[in-house]
């Protein structure tokens, strides 16, 4: 297989997830409080957000690329 579709059929897969999950949620521990035997940590959830378009422009990106790739010759 071309170097050129498997970058083409990963674009295809990656820009899919982009749109179904449109981010990636994360959690966070961190100390709050800590103070001699007592220590206190908190949980603090965040999440990256991964626009729409760029999602799209991945989809779109990689079945370009598997176009390209499938009508060159070896």
């Known amino acids: 297989m071309?170097?050129?579709m498997i970058i083409?059929?990963?674009?295809?897969?990656?820009?899919i997830a982009g749109v179904?999950?449109?981010g990636i949620t994360y959690t966070t521990r961190?100390?709050?409080?800590?103070f001699g035997g007592?220590?206190?940590t908190a949980e603090t959830r965040k999440?990256?957000?991964?626009?729409?378009?760029a999602g799209g422009a991945a989809l779109v990106g990689g079945i370009v690329v598997v176009i390209?790739?499938?009508?060159?010759?070896?």
């Open 2 to 4: 071309k170097p050129a």
């Open 8 to 15: 083409g059929i990963v674009l295809i897969v990656l820009g």
């Open 20 to 22: 179904a999950f449109q």
């Open 30 to 34: 961190e100390k709050v409080v800590d």
């Open 38 to 40: 007592l220590e206190v």
């Open 47 to 53: 999440e990256v957000p991964i626009p729409l378009i």
């Open 68 to 74: 390209i790739a499938s009508k060159q010759k070896a």
